[in-house]
């Protein structure tokens, strides 16, 4: 079992920037891709970004494609988002995922948090 929580969100004007962190704790010696994920008001929940176990590999929605930056660091635990040039349409709750993979996992995620939620106003 891996447990994961987020943390980070909160509100930020369009334009700005916010960095989530996941924080895994449990079978963390296992190798596992991560990535994050979000679903906004009324719409159904997306793949954001993932990162492999190494963090050699991302790969992000082209939506977020160079604004957003998701890193780990395996000596913490820790998954990051670093969110930038932040827009009112990426307002959304923020989900952190795992799933065992030597690859950058995009769906099918075994492990999810609870999300924390980000607005962006304009």
């Known amino acids: 079992q891996v447990q994961l929580v987020e943390s980070g969100g909160g509100l930020v004007q369009a334009g700005g920037s916010l960095r989530l962190s996941c924080a895994a704790s449990g079978r963390t010696s296992s190798t596992y891709g991560m990535g994050w994920l979000r679903q906004g008001p009324g719409k159904e929940r997306e793949f954001v970004a993932g990162?492999?176990?190494?963090?050699?590999?991302?790969l992000y929605a082209d939506s977020v494609k160079g604004r957003f930056t998701i890193s780990r660091d395996n000596a913490k635990n820790t998954v990051y988002l670093q969110m930038s040039s932040l827009k009112p349409d990426d307002t959304a709750v923020y989900f952190c995922?795992?799933?065992?993979?030597?690859?950058?996992?995009?769906?099918?995620?075994?492990?999810w948090g609870r999300g924390t939620q980000v607005t962006v106003s304009s």
């Open positions: 995922a795992a799933k065992f993979s030597m690859g950058v996992p995009t769906n099918d995620y075994r492990y």
């Open positions: 990162i492999n176990w190494s963090g050699g590999s991302t």
